[in-house]
């Protein structure tokens, strides 16, 4: 297995001649670019050289991960060089250590991070003017345009407590219902994206909150991802893929031994929904007070490209496992979408080839049978899991338990009481698309007979 290499240089700094497919060079301000003015409008202590070294980490670590395909056997062996302004830190073993171990972990991935120092001791920026929120925050979140986040910042406290946070490349408008949130412009330009799975976006999201709790003096960051979404992915991996483990809570673990080594400063990754559905997360949401169904249905969850979703006006796609489990959870919840919100609507129809024949191109067509077929068996077969004997659970069980600080027993009792529940939603949605709806189809193997 070839070594692949990253080199992050300085702005303007002359790169090294790179020979060879396994090696290339990133220039911040030119390939990596972010603006880290906008972590003053939360300053309570100032930005620190850490948290710039953080920042074009991340960066370097987002490009690495998209730059290099991955091979069959899924494990890559990813060299990272950059500059850094606090060497003496980062080169402690017990960041090393911690880091590597985190981002292992994480992706699947073997990282070996090599720092030196920087020549730029601002290397992305300089500080700006403060403003001040006025109010203390009690926690902070990473608040994306999904459903979890709408209802868990909502149910873990009000607006003037939560510090909301956005990673996003480019401006992103407030939503109905949206809570005001701090967005940090993160982007990494002029890379070939030859690698989608991208693993380490868990990683980002949890390195940018952590800075932003520290800067706001918060050591509390909720993660808003219910059970489906947080263990789902883990209990059941798709076939030869490394289990996705972003919003696990071995992973956030690993992250807190990290942040602790490197900046001194304790935070906690709490997971206040890990033991409740999508649904019931949207159900007690519902019951706060001012909070409306309409908070709910202006929100994102579709994966797809948009060119498949783009017809007429952007819109969900309707059958991918992110618009799959958000269809059944709000249905759960007791939710109607307006008519219209998903490119593929109507789930009653008897044959794919009819509820897809309003995606134009056939190719487009096919990447929506494979990815609603996996969506809908992966939603089945967690359901499936709420029947399994104990000792089939007992691993899973067992890590989370560890991870959490609980009792196998208790941990056990949770993890079941939250597949059934999964397992009663699912079969009530699908019952409501009807006998004949070609989900039932699908799952019984008769996916691409009935898509042609």
Not at 216 to 235: H, K, T
Not at 339 to 356: E, H, N, R
Not at 364 to 377: K, L
Not at 388 to 406: M, T, V
């Amino acid at each position: 297995m070839s070594n692949k290499n990253l080199h992050v240089i300085e702005k303007g700094q002359k790169s090294a001649r790179i020979s060879s497919k396994y090696s290339a060079t990133a220039e911040i301000g030119e390939h990596i670019y972010f603006d880290p003015a906008v972590l003053d409008t939360f300053d309570v202590k100032g930005c620190e050289s850490l948290h710039y070294d953080m920042l074009v980490l991340s960066a370097a670590v987002e490009f690495a991960d998209r730059r290099w395909k991955r091979p069959l056997g899924w494990r890559r062996n990813l060299n990272v060089t950059l500059p850094v302004v606090d060497l003496k830190t980062w080169q402690k073993p017990e960041v090393l250590k911690s880091l590597h171990g985190v981002l292992n972990y994480l992706t699947g991935d073997t990282w070996r991070f090599t720092f030196i120092k920087a020549k730029n001791l601002s290397p992305i920026g300089s500080r700006q003017m403060l403003l001040d929120f006025g109010k203390t925050k009690t926690f902070a979140i990473a608040y994306s345009e999904g459903l979890d986040s709408r209802a868990v910042s909502a149910l873990s406290g009000n607006e003037s407590e939560a510090l909301c946070i956005r990673v996003a490349g480019s401006h992103q408008n407030r939503r109905n219902g949206d809570r005001f949130f701090t967005q940090i412009p993160f982007k990494v330009k002029r890379c070939p994206s030859n690698e989608s799975s991208f693993r380490s976006r868990g990683f980002q999201f949890a390195a940018l909150t952590a800075i932003a709790a520290q800067l706001s003096n918060v050591s509390r960051i909720i993660v808003p991802e219910s059970g489906q979404g947080a263990l789902g992915p883990v209990l059941l991996p798709l076939h030869n893929i490394y289990a996705d483990y972003r919003n696990h809570p071995t992973f956030f673990r690993k992250m807190e031994r990290f942040i602790k080594s490197l900046q001194g400063y304790q935070l906690r990754f709490e997971q206040p929904r890990l033991w409740s559905t999508k649904g019931q997360t949207l159900r007690a949401f519902l019951g706060v007070d001012g909070k409306s169904k309409a908070h709910l249905t202006d929100t994102r969850s579709c994966w797809q490209s948009r060119r498949v979703v783009n017809v007429g006006d952007r819109k969900h796609c309707g059958l991918c496992a992110a618009c799959l489990l958000r269809r059944l959870s709000l249905h759960a919840a007791g939710v109607d979408e307006v008519p219209g919100a998903y490119v593929v609507s109507d789930l009653t129809v008897s044959t794919g080839s009819d509820a897809l024949s309003v995606i134009p191109q056939k190719a487009d067509r096919d990447i929506m049978v494979e990815y609603g077929s996996v969506g809908a068996r992966h939603l089945q077969h967690l359901a499936d899991m709420s029947d399994w004997p104990d000792d089939d659970l007992r691993a899973h069980a067992s890590q989370i338990a560890r991870a959490i600080g609980e009792s196998y027993e208790d941990t056990l009792k949770k993890l079941r009481t939250m597949l059934v529940t999964h397992a009663q939603e699912w079969q009530t949605f699908l019952s409501a698309q009807g006998e004949q709806g070609f989900l039932k189809s699908w799952m019984d193997g008769g996916r691409y007979v009935q898509s042609k």
